[in-house]
């Protein structure tokens, strides 16, 4: 938690010519492997790493917020969790699904992008929103 404070006060106290990167955007990886992808398959190969590393992320998070929080919450978490896992891979399925030709697994990939940082935004934040 103090980390995250550090943090939070570094990027409050740079200049204002300073763009900080936002928790949405793509991670200096992913950028630079879509930089180099010459074809639709390195660009999924991209994406696909791209969402290890979300996946990671939000691990890690997932981690640090079921440390020290008492057994009954973390069981309530943990089956929540699982539900949202469940939702996720079902809504991008679907919405793949809905896509014809190869635009579905781009449409899969960018939902996952989607509902795994928005989730691991949740979990930053859980016990203040």
């Not at 630079?32 to 991209?46: G, L, P, Q």
Request: net charge positive; with cysteine; aromatic share 8%.
């Amino acid at each position: 938690m103090y980390i995250r404070t550090l943090i939070i006060a570094t990027l409050l106290s740079a200049p204002a010519f300073t763009h900080a990167q936002s928790r949405f955007d793509p991670t200096p990886q992913h950028r630079t492997c879509m930089s180099y992808a010459s074809s639709m398959a390195d660009r999924r190969r991209c994406d696909s790493e791209e969402i290890e590393r979300q996946k990671a992320l939000l691990n890690a998070e997932y981690r640090i917020v079921t440390n020290g929080i008492s057994q009954p919450a973390k069981e309530r978490l943990d089956r929540a969790q699982k539900a949202w896992v469940e939702f996720r891979d079902l809504d991008c399925q679907s919405k793949s699904a809905a896509i014809q030709g190869s635009g579905g697994a781009d449409s899969y990939n960018d939902c996952m992008l989607q509902h795994i940082k928005i989730r691991k935004y949740q979990l930053e934040n859980y016990f203040s929103l």
